[in-house]
Structures are given as C-alpha cells and as structure tokens.
C-alpha cells in the first residue's frame, strides 16, 4: 500500500498537487484503497472514488486545471488498459447510430427537469454562455442567443431549423425577438415537453426526431451543443444532413466544444456517468466531414467562457440542492458536482475550446459578416 500511495504522491506532486495538503486544490484523502483503486483503474476509478467520498478537494475546477495543464490525464491513458478497451469499441462500433442515439437523452437529459431548472439560466439554456459584458449567467445567454441569430443573419418571416432543440431556449428567443418559425429536433423526450410548453403560442414546432431522419429546405439551419453527441463516425453523414435541408443562399451555424486533437473515444468516467457515447470533436475532424460540402465563413472560439458558465451552474447547483434533497441522494451531488467543476478545469487550462461555426454552401459573395450589436460586442 506504501508504495502505491508514493507513487500517487509523485505523479501528482509533479504538477504541484498534494496530498492532505493545505491548498485549495490538493487533495484530502479518507481512504487508504484510494491510491491502488487510481493506479488500476485510471480516470474512471479517480471519478468513482470522489463519488464513493475516498477523498475530497476544496476547489476541485482547480484541481482540474492542475491535473490538464500539466497533461497528467495522457500518463493515465498509457498506463490503463481500461482506456484502450474504450478506444477499440470506439474502433470496432458507432457508439452513436441511429439505434442507439436516444441513449443519451434517456441517462442524461431526462434525469429531470427539476435538476436542470434550478441549475441553468432563466431560459433553460445547456451550453456556453457569452460573456463579454454581461454580469450573470442569465445575460450571457441573452448574449449568446442574440449572437447566434445576428451571425445567421436572421430576418422575420425565416424558416430556422434547430437540430438538437434542448428546452427550447433558442427556439422561443429567436422566435420572440427575431420574427422567425424555428422547427426544433430533440433526443430528449423531457426536453421535448418543456420545449413545446415552453414555446406554446409562438411560431415554433419541436419533435422528438433523430437528426437522420430529417428532410425539408430551411432558411437557416443551427446546432447548439448538439454535435458532441454525433460521434466521429457519424460527422461526415451529419454534415450530409445540413447540406441537404439548407437552402442553396442560407448559412449554418454550428456551435460546439471542440478539443485540441483527434480522438476517437471520450473520456471513460463522463462516457460512463455524463454523456454516454458522447464525444468532442477537433479541428481536423470538423474540417474533413465538411470538406466538399460547405466553406466555413467564420470560426469563433470563446472556450474560456464556458469556465464562467459551468462555475455558474455549479453555484446554482449547490445553491439549490436542498431542493433536491428528496430526488438525487449525496453520491449523485458528488456526482455532479464533479462533473461540473472538473469540466471548468478542461476550458481554463485550454484543453477544451468552445467553437461557433457559419457555414455557406457556395461562399457568400463579398464576404461575411454579421451585424453588430453594441450591447455585446
């Protein structure tokens, strides 16, 4: 066991983290399992074992931004089997198909409204806010929203598709704010009903629908968060999709994290407890699935926004769980918890970015740009 804790001590003090140290990110450990439950099992049991309460961190965002920076997660993938069994099922399989597409709205977005109305802004929204001048997560996704619709170039009397609806957040501002009919698909049968009671009066429609089955012409097309759910596999016959339900002069915007290499597999303890077959995409992959298919106009990073955002959440979430007291037990809180501030961690050290895409089909002549709004530019 001695040798096991040494070896955890090295590794983490070679990126200044301790343990039982004073800092907010060193790590306070309960139990002694913990270090050759870590060596076995990689990242996942490192999740687990927080979840269990083997150990405990002040400031776990970071802890996080430690971890990533100096690149300790690559050590634990060279030296855990478990993540090469990931990989070649990745290799082998479409985590993602047709068949199995709804997985994630039935783990992940189902696990219930109540959760994501007490931790998500006023209008439901689960993506990255903008937050250049605003001051709370509510004005940052009033900000991001209105940038969406402005750099799509938005008009009343449009026809907008959004493939991956959520709770409707887009659909009904674009709608209320912009004179457009949204025609919104979602996994989520939660997020579904939300969306269509949400949206109820206004000039938008929400179907449960997996973005393959789709077909129509749409002024515009956008997907907010949605592309991590598409799986490599899977981008090129998405791209396919958008192209074929954009009209010949519309723009499509994609909005989506997007990581700083390939991979092929996600993360084993967020496959496993977040977003099952989920997966971020790169640059390259982007590029290969939409080559021959559209010109890229614009490419946008604000990642470091999404650190706001998810520490936001996370304060909502601890701020309201005795609300929750009754439907999610303390290994759920730790759960999430978790879930959240480690994900802060991957945006702040720049391991993760957060990327917004306008495509065109032919090029637009004379070039792109979107309208200005003084209130967030």
Known sequence: MADFKNTIEKILKSVDVEINGSRPWD??????RFYSRVLSGGSLAFGESYMDGWWDCKALDQLSEKLLSGHLDKQVRASNPSFFLVLIRAWLLNPQSKKRAYIVGEKHYDVGNDLFSLMLDERMNYSCGYWRNAENLNQAQINKLDLICRKMHLRPGMNVLEIGCGWGGFAKYAAENY??????????????IFAQDSCEGLNVSIELKDYRELNGQYDSIVSVGMFEHVGYKNYKKYMEVVHRCLKEDGLFLLHTIGRNNSRHATEPWVNKYIFPNGMTPSVQQIGTASEGLFVVEDWHNFGQDYDATLMSWNKNFQNNFDKLKDLYDDRFKRMWEYYLLMCAGTFRSRRNQLWQLVMSKGGLKGGYTYKNNPRFD
């Open 27 to 32: 790590l306070q450990v309960h139990d002694e």
């Open 179 to 192: 004179g457009v009919s949204v025609h919104g698909v979602t996994i989520s049968e939660q997020q579904a």
